[in-house]
């Protein structure tokens, strides 16, 4: 396996259980983790952990709810996640269908959504900076929406501080 970086880190060992595209439904997740047997507090009986695939907001009534939840996953060791489309679109301010929650939450919107508050703002955006692209170990690989071997071999050598300056220099 070749060297990691802040952008290509190691996955868990172990039995784990993957999930994608929450965006922004907390009931949804909730009601996953309880079929999966996860406690509230993300651990399992069975030792296994969670893995997400990104998109873990937009479209859904409460993604500040799912980050938070996700964001205390990691933080307890249950959970691992990776960097979608959607999380990068935040973190650029890049306002899109579905996300003024975040880029502009002083916005009216036709979609219901629950807003972003401006310090809360500032803690879950060092938690989405904090986050890979890419989690991989001898048998497995987690990335958001492809494997290309290229572009992977080019994020772990990359010098970049963060997601956002990478997303900028290429």
């Known amino acids: 396996m070749s060297e990691f970086n802040h952008f290509v880190a190691p996955l868990f060992d172990g039995p784990l259980d993957i999930v994608g595209d929450v965006h922004g ?3 949804a997740l909730d009601n996953l983790l ?3 047997g996860y406690a509230a507090d993300g651990s399992h009986k069975d030792g296994r952990r969670l893995i997400f695939l990104g998109d873990l907001v937009d479209r859904g009534p409460d993604s500040p709810a799912v980050l938070r939840k996700v964001r205390d996953l990691v933080a307890n060791g249950s959970a691992q996640c990776i ?3 959607h ?3 935040l973190l ?3 306002e899109k269908h579905g996300n003024s929650w975040w880029t502009a939450p002083e916005k009216p919107t036709r979609h219901p959504a629950v807003r972003i508050e401006p310090d809360e703002k500032i803690v879950l955006t060092e938690f989405l900076l904090g986050l890979p692209l890419v989690l991989e170990r001898d048998d497995l690989r987690a990335v958001h929406a492809c494997w290309h071997p290229e572009s992977v071999a080019t994020i772990r050598s990359a010098s970049a501080k963060n997601v956002v300056d990478l997303y900028h220099h290429y």
Do not use: V
Request: no cysteine; charged share 25%; net charge negative.
């Open 25 to 27: 439904e907390i009931s």
């Open 87 to 89: 999380e990068l679109n």
């Open 34 to 36: 309880e079929q999966l």
């Open 92 to 94: 650029i301010g890049d």
């Open 83 to 85: 960097l979608g489309n």
